[in-house]
């Protein structure tokens, strides 16, 4: 029996969501099917040790143009799949690592915190589908806050980190999509619909 909890706290909204993670040899095992699976739109996590962990994603979580990322066939990739999950994990916010098929693209690891903060795939609506629409998408540049402490060194206002925000409105100028990320192309990627309260709800903006 294990005496830790296998799962890193930070990682635990990406299980709920995506499942448990696959250790690299049960993933090397399951190579094909994984990347069936990403072909059709799903995710796996992938661990090489506790604090190492990558996400096998479909290509529409990269973000970004794919010219000039760096790329491994299929079964070069299942063979160094260990040395790939550690070096993907490596990349907080950096560059994903393409598989391809005949040098053709067909899915991506990238370092799993990149997805903690990304909404459900399945909640977020497509930028292109949304300017076909007639929508129009603005992008501004927030720079944040610093944060701000009393004399005691009680926190009255938390930092902020700076990010880009994305906001798609309809002809009529109603907002129907937002996003933000720390760049363009994460923002356009993480565009979902405004919240709006369920019946019953506390509201949170007036009238309370």
Not at 166 to 181: K, L, S, Y
Not at 199 to 206: F, I, M, S, T, V
Request: proline share 11%.
């Amino acid at each position: 029996m294990m005496d830790f909890d296998p799962v890193p706290p930070a990682y635990a909204p990406l299980t709920d969501r995506h499942g448990p993670p696959l250790g690299v040899e049960e993933a090397r095992a399951r190579w094909g099917a994984l990347v069936r699976a990403a072909q059709e739109g799903r995710t796996t996590l992938i661990t090489r040790e506790r604090w190492e962990w990558a996400a096998l994603v479909p290509l529409a979580e990269v973000t970004g143009p794919m010219t000039g990322l760096p790329a491994w066939p299929l079964s070069g990739a299942r063979a160094k799949l260990g040395d790939l999950v550690r070096h993907a994990a490596d990349r907080a916010g950096g560059t994903p690592l393409l598989l391809t098929r005949h040098r053709t693209p067909i899915a991506a690891l990238i370092a799993a915190n990149q997805l903690i903060t990304r909404p459900a795939h399945g909640d977020r609506l497509d930028a292109d589908a949304l300017l076909y629409d007639g929508c129009e998408i603005t992008l501004r540049f927030d720079p944040g806050q610093s944060g701000r402490a009393d004399e005691s060194g009680d926190t009255l206002d938390e930092p902020i980190d700076p990010c880009y925000v994305a906001t798609a409105r309809d002809r009529r100028g109603a907002t129907v999509a937002t996003g933000a990320g720390d760049s363009i192309a994460e923002a356009l990627l993480c565009l979902t619909p405004p919240h709006r309260p369920t019946p019953g709800e506390p509201a949170d903006e007036p009238p309370f």
